[in-house]
């Protein structure tokens, strides 16, 4: 009895290396109560490995984006992708921006171009522009909140500046500018101190202050002669803005 009772005192935890209580049950290591769970450990027992591979089955079937592979927990690089696809089939497909298009007058008729519109663009720069925004801000934020949530915010954005657009114009509108500053806006108020170069300012701008700055740029331009939907920009912003507050408070 002493000499068993020594040797559960001899025995160490293989990580920390305090008085081990238990083993193992998957790689027979000795560990203490707080390293016993496989995970704490780097378990490599065969065990363990098969129940890991189940896990991992299930997250994927909850999660179906990872089945895209690369773009797995990164849906702001498969957006653009897409986003650029939908361009080029703008260029080869005769119709097919017609369908896709977001007519104010047709929504209740075609309530589908309140998402599709997103897809579409006026031409390489708009493209350009745009996928340069999304590059930048778009895994920021999708890393800050997860995937999910980040879809949420890219389309609910997109949806409101086209309802907001429908209400205010009649010409078509196209583009991801109402989703992109949704994610700009919700990005601004759950990391208001991140810094950004504005050209052609000298200096790094916090984001609430480019928040602020854009607002007031896009609210001075509605009614101008450029064909830009600066109250899309702007019921896009709203909508992130307001993502970002009930997403802080969680």
Known sequence: MA???????????TVCGRPATQKCKYCGDSLCEEHLPPEKHWCVGSGFDEVRRKENKKETRKNFGTNF??????????????????F??????????RQLVLMPAHISERPWTLVTHV??????????????????????????????????????SGIFAGLVYG???????????????????????????????????PVPLEMWMVVILFAVLNFL????????????HLAGLFFGLLAGVGLKRR
């Open 3 to 13: 000499r068993t009772t020594t040797r559960a005192t001899r025995a160490r935890c």
């Open 119 to 156: 897809f579409l663009h006026g031409g390489l720069w708009h493209l350009f522009f745009n996928m340069f925004f999304l590059v930048f801000f778009g895994p920021v934020l999708e890393r800050k909140i997860g995937s999910s949530k980040f879809l949420l915010v890219f389309f609910g």
């Open 88 to 97: 080029a089939l703008q260029l080869l497909v005769p119709g097919y921006e």
């Open 69 to 86: 592979g690369v773009f797995s927990h990164n849906y702001s690089y498969l957006l653009l992708l897409l986003i650029s696809a939908s």
């Open 221 to 232: 331009m509605i009614g101008s002669a450029y064909p830009i939907a600066f109250t899309a």
């Open 167 to 201: 209400l205010t114009a009649i010409n078509p509108s196209l583009g991801a500018s109402g989703a992109l500053y949704g994610v700009f806006g919700a990005l601004a108020v759950l990391m208001p101190r991140m810094r950004m170069y504005i050209f052609p300012l």
